[in-house]
């Protein structure tokens, strides 16, 4: 419900979306076999190649997920761990320094989560940060839920969705700006 209200924003805010609903794809999990270590391409084919050029293609990435176990779902945890074959592309392949200072896309992350600790988002945005990186991308905002378990709890957080809808409409006028950025690998 959040996802669908931070897409009307950005889609009122003059945006094209190219929805990908990870859960209608074919993706196995990374078996590390580290055949990319030769020109940086998967050694696995499934939908990942298709899921991964969108993603390179697109001026802006929104992400949305549950917060399962302090972490993304497994749908997004098997993409990001898929993508170790970008980052062994840019950073075993591609050392050169300049090569690196690429175009920054810009991402939008909704997360939603049931409890109220304070640490919940703690392990799922450090994992983020670096997942973007490999896409050249920078965290540009976050809307980051508690208190959401089951299917329209949304509705129950008005602050939520119009925050969903303004942050989406926000994103879609900065997206389309890029950036050179410096080279990002530190860790």
């Not at 696995?44 to 997920?65: P, V």
């Not at 989560?113 to 450090?126: R, S």
Request: aromatic share 10%; with cysteine.
């Amino acid at each position: 419900m959040l996802l669908s209200m931070a897409v009307k924003g950005a889609r009122d805010g003059g945006a094209e979306i190219d929805p990908i609903v990870l859960r209608d794809y074919q993706i196995s999990p990374c078996l590390e076999i580290y055949g990319c270590k030769k020109d940086g391409e998967c050694a696995i084919k499934d939908d990942f190649q298709q899921i991964r050029d969108r993603l390179l293609s697109a001026d802006g990435i929104m992400i949305a997920t549950p917060v399962f176990f302090y972490t993304v779902s497994a749908h997004l945890k098997i993409l990001m761990d898929r993508c170790q074959s970008l980052w062994v592309k840019k950073y075993w392949i591609g050392n050169d320094v300049d090569e690196r200072q690429q175009i920054v896309r810009k991402a939008f992350l909704i997360a939603a989560g049931a409890t109220k600790g304070k640490k919940l988002f703690d392990g799922m945005l450090l994992s983020m940060k670096y997942f973007l990186d490999v896409l050249d991308a920078r965290l540009e905002n976050r809307l980051l839920c508690r208190g959401l378990d089951f299917e329209g709890d949304a509705l129950r957080f008005p602050e939520y969705m119009d925050a969903a809808y303004r942050m989406g409409m926000e994103f879609s006028r900065s997206a389309g700006r890029i950036e050179t950025g410096e080279p990002r690998g530190d860790g």
